[in-house]
């Protein structure tokens, strides 16, 4: 038997409910795999190694209709300067926060809309 304490950091695989492979990216947008990759390393997406095979893959809600969404590169860079890297810049906005003026995560309130409340609240955890 084990006093030890949960893991006080969730498994970013775990909290983030869908991935998409840079294959599946590149395909699902039309893309050459070359342009598809061209978006991480711009920091318009923000990618990490999951799975048993440790695949390349985007969170799911990344991707909007038309490509990335734009108002997540300012999030991402204000995440990034306060210290964070691409692994708890994922986990932070798949964390669930219920004072976020809708209910869910960060990521949740981005496609709500609400990027100033959670580019606000960034730099509030980045500073």
Do not use: C, Q, Y
Not at 19 to 34: F, H, I, K, N, Q
Not at 58 to 75: M, N, Q, R, S, Y
Not at 80 to 89: L, S, V
Not at 101 to 106: A, E, F, M, N
Request: proline share 9%; no cysteine; net charge negative.
């Amino acid at each position: 038997m084990s006093d030890s304490a949960p893991d006080p950091t969730p498994d970013v695989e775990a909290l983030v409910p869908a991935w998409v492979t840079l294959p599946d990216l590149a395909e699902r947008l039309g893309l050459r795999l070359a342009d598809a990759r061209r978006l991480i390393e711009d920091r318009e997406l923000l990618a990490v190694r999951v799975g048993e095979r440790r695949v390349l893959a985007v969170p799911e809600g990344f991707i909007g209709d038309d490509g990335p969404l734009h108002a997540l590169k300012g999030t991402f860079t204000v995440l990034a300067d306060g210290g964070m890297n691409d692994e708890e810049i994922v986990r932070w906005l798949h964390t669930p926060d219920p004072t976020l003026p809708v209910p869910g995560t960060p990521i949740d309130a981005i496609r709500a809309g609400f990027k100033t409340e959670v580019r606000r609240r960034a730099m509030e955890e980045a500073f």
